[in-house]
């Protein structure tokens, strides 16, 4: 079946160091969407930001990211992290009639000052 | 704008016990969904429903049931608590759009003694 790989549980960085969140899927599905989800401390997942065209850079909130189809890659970059960035971001599957997501495990964000 | 809203916040519940969770949706949506979240396993799909008298399997549908009374709401059943067991129910709802944004309820925290 469909599934999403996020190899880092926890990455923990200094604020202002670049953010880069690792995400790989697989699926047999030619068309895939793909997403980011966030979740701050104490309150509900939203989503950051969603992509279905390949190698094309998608951005919201100074994230970015870029599907590549070829590698089977949705990677969460950003510049420069801030303190207010630390939160549990998931990276979330849709393909088909794109009713059903298939979530990572996701990754812990720990920005120090 | 809209909201969702699930009760209980809190459930505490003994071995062998029936749980019900209720969630409520004010978006007019028609697909909700009912997610496990543990730590380190991401958010795991229970059970969906894509409109109002349908219901749909997860990935974890087992030792659950599932009620889409209404359109706006959507109730989840453990249908026997298991011992020590803790997790966070997430609730989320979303548009017939294909990979539109799903929106989260605040989660019910369930533990059983």
């Known amino acids: 079946g469909d599934s999403v790989t996020q190899t880092e549980g926890l990455v923990t960085l200094t604020e202002g160091l670049p953010v880069m969140l690792n995400c790989t899927y697989q699926?047999?599905?030619?068309?895939?969407?793909l997403f980011w989800y966030v979740q701050h401390l104490n309150e509900s997942p939203r989503l950051l930001l969603k992509?279905?065209?390949?190698?094309k850079r998608t951005e919201h909130q100074g994230f970015h990211a870029t599907l590549h189809k070829s590698s089977s890659s949705f990677h969460l970059q950003k510049s420069s992290a801030q303190l207010s960035d630390s939160a549990l971001y998931y990276c979330a599957l849709s393909v088909g009639m794109g009713y059903k997501l298939t979530f990572g495990t996701g990754t812990s964000l720990l920005v120090d000052p | 704008g809209g909201i969702i809203t699930q009760t209980p916040k809190f459930l505490i519940g003994q071995e062998g016990q029936k749980l019900t969770l209720k969630c409520q949706q004010n978006f007019n949506h028609d697909t909700m969904y009912w997610y496990r979240q543990d730590s380190g396993k991401g958010l795991r799909l229970i059970y969906y429903s894509i409109t109002e008298n349908d219901l749909q399997k997860g990935d974890l549908s087992e030792g659950y049931d599932a009620s889409r009374e209404k359109k706006s709401s959507f109730s989840l059943t453990v249908t026997s608590a298991q011992k020590n067991e803790m997790a966070v129910f997430l609730c989320?709802?979303?548009?017939?759009?294909?990979?539109?944004?799903?929106?989260f309820g605040p989660g019910t925290r369930l533990t059983v003694l």
């Open positions: 992509s279905f065209t390949d190698n």
């Open positions: 989320a709802s979303t548009s017939r759009d294909n990979y539109a944004e799903q929106f």
């Open positions: 699926t047999i599905y030619s068309n895939p969407f």
